[in-house]
């Protein structure tokens, strides 16, 4: 927040050019001053005070009905401790002087508006907080079933990488799998990545995890949000242009499975916001990736053992047809006589 005082509600002429305008908290205003002191002022000769500087509101056709400041209480609006405004009521109706009476009776009413605004903006963030985590409660929940409805690693990848760069409004990102004991991973979806860069096209593709910030990340199952690449030693650009770069760890059994990684060339593209949104993203995936790793293995198990007994088949089908040739010949004499045991073991 700037500091500045704006209008929000005004009463009597003009009230409607007022609300809006905007008064800089540097001025050398009354309500500054009021704010600063935390207490109220009273003046009841606008013309011959040098912190009044003129109507807020200037009309065109004034005359003498029109109204002009006179005399002016302002007091604080104060909540906690800290100054969150200002009160400020102008020209009595009897044409009078404020008064302290009338200072202290406006501060009276002031504290208790103080606390009916804070309770109020209290409310309103409250209340957006729970309309912003009910939003994401459905999001969530429209993730979870696109991911139940495949058992494909690379259609799971690319369901999760889609959604954490619609949220983060990142340029580019990457999810990567690790490869079962072993120290490398495999990219699984890849989005935006120029051409030339080390992650253009690079689904298939296997990277180390001994280095590299993702390293980093899934050896400490810890994520990481840095502003700062070209000063992090474990930094591989993968992104020409990357100024921002947010790596979050893919959980399961205690033990990281993946990563999801995003970049920005624009350090304001991404926030903790975006982090803890992946972090979750993340704890949601990791189900639907380790099952899906499961069922890749599971398939390549079959594949392997169908290809065994094919293997076995070929090889047994070339000597049991020469036996058959072989016994056909003996019951036929071709060799020589055979007597009936000879027959009935044949």
Known sequence: PSGDLVFHVALGPTAGALVGKRISKDASSLSAEALKRGEPIIVNDTAQDSRWHGEVVKQEDEDEMTFHSRAILTTPLISQGSPIGVLQILNKKDRSIFTEEDAQLLTTFAAQAAVAIQNAKLFESQDAQLLQRVEELDRMAAIDQQLNKTLELYKVAEITLNWAIQHAEAK????????PDSNMMRMAAVRNYPMGSLF???????????????????RSATPVFSRSLKTDPDYIETYPDAVSQIVVPIISANEAIGIILLESDNETDLNLLDLQFLSRLAD???????????????????????EFVSFIAHELKAPMTSMKGYTDLLMRGVVGPINDQQGDFL
């Not at 949601?284 to 392997?304: G, T």
């Open 172 to 179: 580019v990102g990457a999810l990567a799998v690790v490869k």
């Open 200 to 218: 253009f096209e690079g689904v298939g593709n296997e990277f180390s995890i001994e280095e590299g910030i993702w390293g980093r990340v899934i």
């Open 284 to 306: 949601h995936a990791s189900p639907a990736i380790a099952n899906a790793q499961l069922f890749d293995q599971l398939r390549h198990q079959q594949e392997a053992r169908a």
